[in-house]
């Protein structure tokens, strides 16, 4: 079984695959050691650690940083590829082949057109630029396709659902539309697409992963969220550091240093 293979095999709603997303080659040995079976990157995560907001970092860095993920662990790695660094489908193609190249077991493209326009492509041009990624990247990819209405201010299920359905007779193997996170609505999504289903894992009282399992998803992933935890966690040492010049952060410190040690 190819790492690919493997990494769809994992997708089975109702026993959702816990994909954390790493924002570097530490992160991600880290991660792979705490036993997750696949690792995700994150867009705004990596960006951060090279002190940009997210969708501000290119094609080749992405590349490159994917490629340096999946060198660090044996896990399937899949890649936030944004909405494929790509203006045309022949750049989508691109992207996608660069990115079967670097060894990753999957990646994503959205139907975001990017900060510069902050728009959604249309239906039928989303699903171009899906059966071009799919084409691309081959059999031995597992290709996630997103639609971005619900964190893109379009709270339009119905859309959601029309748009995710043309992406997987485009071609996708997983479908995911991050800011669905109500049980009831991903039950709808799920119960109206045959593809496993990513649900983004919302802090703030969202539904939690048993309640996320029962309404059939597939996979859940956290986005940057334990990136800027991990920022969060160095902005209150260094925050004690300049208030009061104590180390009570050491504790913490401890614990991560021993868990990298470990993770090898």
Same mark, same amino acid.
């Given at each position: 079984?190819?790492?690919?293979?493997?990494?769809?095999?994992?997708?089975?709603?109702?026993?959702?695959?816990?994909?954390?997303?790493?924002?570097?080659?530490?992160?991600?040995?880290?991660?792979?050691?705490?036993?997750?079976?696949?690792?995700?990157?994150?867009?705004?995560?990596?960006?951060?650690?090279?002190?940009?907001?997210?969708?501000?970092?290119?094609?080749?860095?992405?590349?490159?940083?994917?490629?340096?993920?999946? /060198? %660090?662990? @044996?896990?399937?790695?899949? !890649?936030?590829?944004? $909405? +494929?660094?790509?203006?045309?489908?022949?750049?989508?193609? #691109?992207?996608?082949?660069?990115?079967?190249?670097?060894?990753?077991?999957?990646?994503?493209?959205?139907?975001?057109?990017?900060?510069?326009?902050?728009?959604?492509?249309?239906?039928? /041009? %989303?699903? @171009?630029?899906?059966?071009? !990624?799919?084409?691309? $990247? +081959?059999?031995?990819?597992?290709?996630?396709?997103?639609? #971005?209405?619900?964190?893109?201010?379009?709270?339009?299920?119905?859309?959601?659902?029309?748009?995710?359905?043309?992406?997987?007779?485009?071609?996708?193997?997983?479908?995911?539309?991050?800011?669905?996170?109500?049980?009831?609505?991903?039950?709808?999504?799920?119960?109206?697409?045959?593809?496993?289903?990513?649900?983004?894992?919302?802090?703030?009282?969202?539904?939690?992963?048993?309640?996320?399992?029962?309404?059939?998803?597939?996979?859940?992933?956290?986005?940057?969220?334990?990136?800027?935890?991990?920022?969060?966690?160095?902005?209150?040492?260094?925050?004690?550091?300049?208030?009061?010049?104590?180390?009570?952060?050491?504790?913490?410190?401890?614990?991560?240093?021993?868990?990298?040690?470990?993770?090898?």
């Amino acid at each position: 079984m190819s790492l690919a293979e493997n990494f769809l095999s994992l997708h089975l709603p109702g026993r959702p695959l816990l994909m954390p997303n790493a924002w570097d080659a530490g992160s991600a040995k880290l991660l792979a050691s705490l036993g997750f079976s696949a690792l995700a990157t994150t867009s705004s995560g990596y960006a951060a650690t090279l002190g940009r907001l997210d969708g501000h970092v290119t094609r080749d860095e992405v590349i490159a940083h994917a490629t340096a993920l999946v /060198e %660090a662990v @044996e896990v399937p790695v899949s !890649a936030d590829l944004e $909405a +494929g660094f790509a203006a045309t489908t022949a750049e989508v193609e #691109e992207t996608f082949r660069l990115a079967a190249a670097a060894g990753l077991a999957g990646g994503s493209i959205e139907d975001y057109t990017g900060v510069e326009k902050d728009t959604i492509y249309s239906v039928e /041009e %989303a699903a @171009e630029r899906v059966a071009a !990624a799919a084409g691309a $990247a +081959g059999d031995d990819f597992v290709l996630t396709a997103r639609a #971005e209405n619900h964190i893109r201010g379009r709270d339009d299920l119905d859309d959601t659902i029309a748009r995710l359905q043309a992406y997987q007779e485009a071609g996708a193997d997983v479908l995911f539309a991050p800011g669905v996170i109500a049980v009831e609505d991903v039950r709808r999504l799920v119960d109206a697409v045959d593809r496993p289903v990513n649900v983004l894992l919302l802090p703030g009282g969202g539904p939690s992963v048993p309640e996320l399992a029962e309404a059939g998803a597939a996979r859940i992933s956290v986005g940057g969220a334990f990136a800027f935890a991990a920022l969060g966690a160095a902005k209150r040492a260094a925050e004690e550091l300049l208030a009061t010049g104590t180390t009570g952060y050491t504790e913490l410190a401890s614990e991560g240093a021993k868990a990298f040690r470990n993770a090898g």
